[in-house]
């Protein structure tokens, strides 16, 4: 898998360096909050497996389903929930845990869905962000794993038409692989 790979990004090594930083932060600021992580399916639950075994503090967590790619390498603008919560979110804190912050669309459809549940406060924390000259939409993101160019990346959840989610680093795929 990884001989597909133009290049690699972050090694396995950096990615779990950095979730670790991450949440030892993230344990800091939710100390005694009724925290409740929400990862995006399905690109962002390697991330939440990660990050939920390094928090120090208490808390659940869920997942909502949202889709906006198919076998594509670009947004498609259009997102779909595939699934709500089931968990009460009412009066307790959410952190959204997505993959990567992309155009900013299925943030922005997932966090006016939590918002319906009226939680007490909603953060995001994404493993990458993308750089982008122009987004759909702006939308603040509290934790940043990294921040990469725009480039089509794969791997720690993210995919190429549900291929290579489970490369345990993050690598810009070769251009032969989706032309
Ligand atoms: P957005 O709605 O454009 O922000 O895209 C968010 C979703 O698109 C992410 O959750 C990913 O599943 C997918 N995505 C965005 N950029 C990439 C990429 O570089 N590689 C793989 N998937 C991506
Ligand atoms: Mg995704």
Same mark, same amino acid.
């Given at each position: 898998m990884e001989s597909d790979l133009e290049s690699v990004l972050f090694t396995e090594e950096q990615i779990r360096i950095r979730a670790k930083e991450?949440?030892?932060e993230i344990s800091r600021d939710y100390q005694g909050r009724?925290?409740?992580l929400i990862s995006i399916l399905k690109g962002g639950i390697i991330f939440l497996a990660d990050?939920?075994?390094l928090l120090t503090i208490p808390?659940?967590?869920d997942m909502v389903g949202a889709s906006s790619y198919g076998a594509r390498t670009s947004?498609?603008?259009h997102v779909i929930i595939t699934k709500d919560v089931d968990v009460p979110l009412k009066d307790r804190d959410i952190l959204l845990i997505e993959d990567i912050y992309d155009s900013g669309n299925t943030l922005f459809v997932v966090r006016e869905l939590l918002d319906v549940h009226t939680p007490r406060s909603v $953060? #995001?924390?994404a493993f990458l962000w993308k750089e982008k000259k122009e987004r759909v939409? $702006? #939308?603040p993101v509290k934790y940043i794993g990294f921040q990469i160019p725009d480039v089509f990346v794969v791997g720690y959840g993210l995919d190429y038409n549900q291929?290579?989610?489970n490369l345990p680093c993050i690598g810009i795929l070769k251009k032969e692989m989706y032309t």
């Amino acid at each position: 898998m990884e001989s597909d790979l133009e290049s690699v990004l972050f090694t396995e090594e950096q990615i779990r360096i950095r979730a670790k930083e991450l949440a030892d932060e993230i344990s800091r600021d939710y100390q005694g909050r009724d925290l409740v992580l929400i990862s995006i399916l399905k690109g962002g639950i390697i991330f939440l497996a990660d990050l939920s075994r390094l928090l120090t503090i208490p808390h659940s967590y869920d997942m909502v389903g949202a889709s906006s790619y198919g076998a594509r390498t670009s947004s498609s603008g259009h997102v779909i929930i595939t699934k709500d919560v089931d968990v009460p979110l009412k009066d307790r804190d959410i952190l959204l845990i997505e993959d990567i912050y992309d155009s900013g669309n299925t943030l922005f459809v997932v966090r006016e869905l939590l918002d319906v549940h009226t939680p007490r406060s909603v $953060e #995001i924390c994404a493993f990458l962000w993308k750089e982008k000259k122009e987004r759909v939409r $702006e #939308i603040p993101v509290k934790y940043i794993g990294f921040q990469i160019p725009d480039v089509f990346v794969v791997g720690y959840g993210l995919d190429y038409n549900q291929k290579y989610r489970n490369l345990p680093c993050i690598g810009i795929l070769k251009k032969e692989m989706y032309t």
